[in-house]
């Protein structure tokens, strides 16, 4: 199905080769797109995302190890597990970020810069649904009693949804546009 969306972006070019026997290659005849950055590189870029993706992915590991009574909660539990869904997604757009070319094939662009950002706008959305699930369940169905791993919980995933906010607010600052015909 992936290959079917991208299909009229390719013609089959025959030529004969050295032998005499006609070989068929893929051509790109699609739209070219060029990636602007407000402030750095495209390695600067990467490395940034990859530093991301780390950071809140440990984060939201480790407070999946804790054992606090909020993680019991299906409305706590729900979106924690649902959320490693946009993580794959956004370490494969990371992985497929193309090297340094002049011009982007469409398919690199979506496969990559917006995968990560539709990613990013999914994880936001997961982990301030667990905050918010946890501040709930901090609120009006605990006891009280001994609720500092609760609120280590809830710390580390809000961290991890600054830090997704943040990294959205500058990838917004990236500008994919389409290029002209020369």
Known sequence: MARRKYLQDYEIITKPDKQGRETAKLE????????????????????????VLLLTLALHVYAGF??????????????YAIAYLPYFNFSAGIINIPG???AYRRDQI????????????????????????????????????NLHLDHLFLLLELLAAVALWMYARVHKNTLIK?????
């Open 66 to 79: 804790i054992n606090n009574d909020g993680m019991r909660q299906f409305y706590v539990l729900i979106p």
């Open 178 to 182: 389409k290029q002209t015909e020369e």
């Open 110 to 145: 979506e496969l990559s810069f917006k995968r990560i950002r539709s990613a990013n706008f999914y994880l936001v959305v997961l982990l301030t649904t667990i905050v918010v699930s946890e501040c709930v369940y901090l609120l009006f169905f605990t006891s009280g009693v």
């Open 28 to 51: 790109y005849c699609g739209d070219f797109y060029e990636v602007l950055f407000h402030k750095g590189s495209l390695s600067s870029y990467r490395n940034i995302s990859l530093l």
């Open 100 to 102: 340094r070319q002049p």
